[in-house]
Structure formats: structure tokens, C-alpha cells
């Protein structure tokens, strides 16, 4: 059975994932592909235990370290049970996010040891490395603003939207690093566009690396 394809989404915060995530999936469904869309931290009941820890700051006090620790535990829970699975079984996976967010928001804005995170994502993975990645980037300023506005006027910012202004800066940059130092994994989007043609460059980013897998595939199945 052919192998499935993993998609990762990154980008700051109110980049868009969720919306364009959602419209990926339809797009893909409706080529005949089966999809599944799942996100982190979360995406299994054991990560998903995680994430009300991660995001309500609960796990703050204990450190950068620790947090990078939960992160990487729900993680590997998430790639077990649910991605490598459907992946294995041919479906694709859409994630809103994946390790990227953990090498930008612990790693370099938390300032964790290069080693150290390495290590963690060694083992978090276990060799599931997304087939792409899709950055959507766009002001911090901006993406803040539409974060806040999709909030309901008693929800508070989590654990990483009431962070400065500066480090959300930080982390913009980190990700476009990321893209120009892996660029067959990796392609930008400009997010502060209108959602439909966000969504246009999102599939053809998408189809474009399906197809080429499915031609490598075929190549080195003929060898």
C-alpha cells in the first residue's frame, strides 16, 4: 500500500493554521485522499492530558527544560498512536504544528541547549519527519491582533500569546531561518493575504510535493 503524506503547518501566532489546514484537507478530499487533521500539542487523549498543562501555564514555573520535556512527551505519544499510524495505512496528516514550533518556541526563544533539543526530537519523532512543511508568515503584530480578536471577551491569551511583542519577533525569524536552511522541506506563505489565496498557494505547495513523492516512489519501485 502506497505511503501516506505528512504536512506539517508552522507559523506565529493567528497565522492562519486551523483555517488553511481545514481547507487543505477539503481540497485533498476531494482529489479521492484520505486525510486526517490533528494538531500539537494534543492530537491523541494522552498528549491531548498534555496540552491543557502546556498551554494553561501550569508547567511554567518548572521551567524552559520541563516544558520542552512535555512537549516532546505528548509528541511521541502523538506520532505513535495516531500520525505514524495513518501514515503507514496511506492516509495523509495534516499537523498544526510539530517540531519546528519546538526548535522556535523552546529552543530559541527559550534558549535550550542545541543538544539537548536534538536529543529530545530524536527521540519524539523516532524518524517521522514531515514530507513538508508549510511556514505561514506574517507580522507579529498583526497576528496578535487577529488572535485576539477571535477570542471570546473571557478567554485570556495562553501560555504563548501574552508573551512580548519582542520574542513573537524572534520567533518569526527563527522560522524563516528554518525554511532557507531546509528548503526541500519547507515553503513560506504569505499569511497577511486574503485567506482564498492563501489557500490557492497552500494546495499548490501540497500538490506539487505529493506529486513528486509519488513519482519518486514509482521510480524506485520500476528500479
Do not use: W
Not at 492516509?91 to 526563544?109: H, N
Not at 533539543?117 to 497576528?143: F, H, K, Q, S, W
Not at 519577533?169 to 532557507?180: M, V, Y
Amino acid at each position: 500500500m502506497p505511503r501516506g503524506f505528512f504536512i506539517t503547518f508552522e507559523g506565529g501566532e493567528g497565522a492562519g493554521k486551523s483555517t488553511q489546514i481545514g481547507r487543505l484537507a477539503e481540497s485533498l478530499r476531494a482529489d479521492g485522499r484520505e486525510v486526517i487533521v490533528t494538531r500539537e500539542p494534543g492530537g491523541s487523549p494522552g498528549a491531548e492530558a498534555v496540552r491543557h498543562v502546556l498551554l494553561s501555564g501550569a508547567a511554567e514555573p518548572f521551567g524552559q527544560s520541563m516544558e520542552a520535556i512535555l512537549f516532546a512527551a505528548a509528541r511521541s505519544d502523538h506520532v505513535e498512536q495516531v500520525i505514524r499510524p495513518a501514515i503507514e495505512r496511506g492516509a495523509d496528516v495534516l499537523c498544526d504544528r510539530f517540531l519546528d514550533s519546538s526548535r522556535v518556541y523552546q529552543g530559541v526563544t527559550g534558549d535550550l541547549d542545541p543538544a539537548f533539543m536534538r536529543n529530545l526530537e530524536r527521540v519524539a519523532i523516532n524518524g517521522m519527519l514531515p514530507d513538508l512543511t508549510v511556514i505561514l508568515d506574517i507580522d507579529p503584530e498583526e497576528g496578535l491582533r487577529r488572535a485576539g480578536a477571535r477570542r471570546s471577551a473571557e478567554e485570556a491569551p495562553d501560555r504563548f500569546e501574552k508573551e512580548t511583542l519582542a520574542i513573537h519577533r524572534r520567533r518569526r525569524k527563527a522560522f524563516l531561518e528554518i525554511a532557507k536552511a531546509e528548503p526541500g522541506r519547507c515553503v513560506v506563505v504569505d499569511a497577511s493575504l486574503e485567506p482564498d489565496r492563501v489557500a490557492t498557494s497552500v494546495l499548490k505547495a501540497a500538490r506539487g510535493a505529493i506529486a513528486g513523492e509519488t513519482a519518486a516512489a514509482g521510480r524506485r519501485s520500476n528500479a
